[in-house]
């Protein structure tokens, strides 16, 4: 009798850890499901309010540790800096598109003819060369030619902008919701620590360390740099009076951030100078451009290796493939990603059994 009770008592106790790991996991995929519009928000303001954490600590011990305040001045700071540039982006890049648009019109663009070597290039060079004196002969007629591809790529070029107008909402709202979570920053980290120490007891404090030096780096190294050298690059431009300086510099900026670089923009600008200007202004302007696109090259891998232990490969590749699955949040999700697993791999592979 005692057998019967005692098995039957294991048989409940079984049943009742089954219901409570399903009501576990449908309490969990529930709540994902609740969340899942704001994964991005709540993403952008957690690495919002890790990459300003060093500069907010710095202002809450300059204000005498007064966490709302400091969070408050950071955010409106932050936020004011925003839309501060993008609205003098916007203004430079409305201007250039009218005084194109105008030229146009007025028939004042004079395209000079292309130089006979292009002809020779490659595969695109007899096309390219033939596109180029068909519109320094006649811009108008090239343009009618073309006018439903033109309308094609305006169309497209629209529908992103709304897209991305949407995206720029999403995450003036994170910013905001960042400066939140820097007044509850000292509970969160002890917060996420125990978190983590649960799931690793060995390497939990180190997972959250390397999740926090890697947003910071990237930061800097990505999107801090990236800001540098557009704003450089569109000083010159604004100085040597290029055309469209204004949506040059913008696009400098998505460059950058994308690790694509600005030899795509410096190019057109090169050759743009030296029909331009003399000899002589031409190099000096071209010099400062070239050296505007290799910025990056010295600046990032000191910036990005600085106080990591993580190699700088593994983090500009998670930086890259990043980018190209989940978008510009990627450009700090892939890195964190990748140096985690990086941690974890050579923890495993240093344990002797």
Partial sequence: MDEIKYFASNQDNGIDKLIRIFIIAA?????FEILKP????????????????????????????????????????MLLLLVGVLSI????????????????REGTINIPPPPK?????????????????????????????????????????????????????IFIIAMIFSGYLLIHAKELITASQHFAKRLSPKRGAAIIAIIKETIQRVSVGVIGIGLVQAFVFGLILFIAGVPGAGLLTFLALLLSISQ???????????????????????????????????IDNFLKPFVLSRGLTTPMIVIFIGVIGGLLL?????????PVVLSIFYDLLVHWLRTTD
């Avoid at 096309?127 to 439903?148: M, P």
């Avoid at 694509?260 to 050759?271: A, E, F, K, M, Q």
């Avoid at 989940?326 to 892939?334: A, P, S, V």
């Fill in 38 to 77: 704001f994964l991005g928000l709540l993403a952008w303001g957690f690495i919002l309010a890790v990459a300003l954490y060093p500069a907010y600590c710095s202002l809450n011990k300059k204000l005498g540790d007064r966490p709302s305040l400091s969070a408050y001045i950071m955010t409106v700071s």
């Fill in 326 to 334: 989940h978008g510009l949040i990627g450009i700090f999700i892939g």
């Fill in 260 to 294: 694509i670089g600005l030899l795509v923009l410096i190019i057109p600008v090169v050759i743009w100078l030296f029909m331009t200007y003399s000899i002589t202004a031409a190099v000096t302007y071209s010099l400062f451009v070239m050296l505007t696109g290799l």
């Fill in 89 to 104: 982006m916007t203004n430079n890049m409305v201007i250039s598109v009218t005084e194109v648009t105008k030229s146009l």
């Fill in 117 to 169: 070597s292009i002809d020779s290039w490659p595969v695109i060079g007899p096309q390219f060369y033939q596109f180029w004196n068909s519109a320094s002969q006649n811009l108008g007629e090239v343009i009618n030619n073309h006018s439903k591809d033109i309308i094609d790529l305006g169309t497209l070029l629209l529908t992103k902008a709304a897209g991305k107008s949407l995206d720029f909402i």
């Fill in 27 to 31: 309490a969990a995929l529930w709540s």
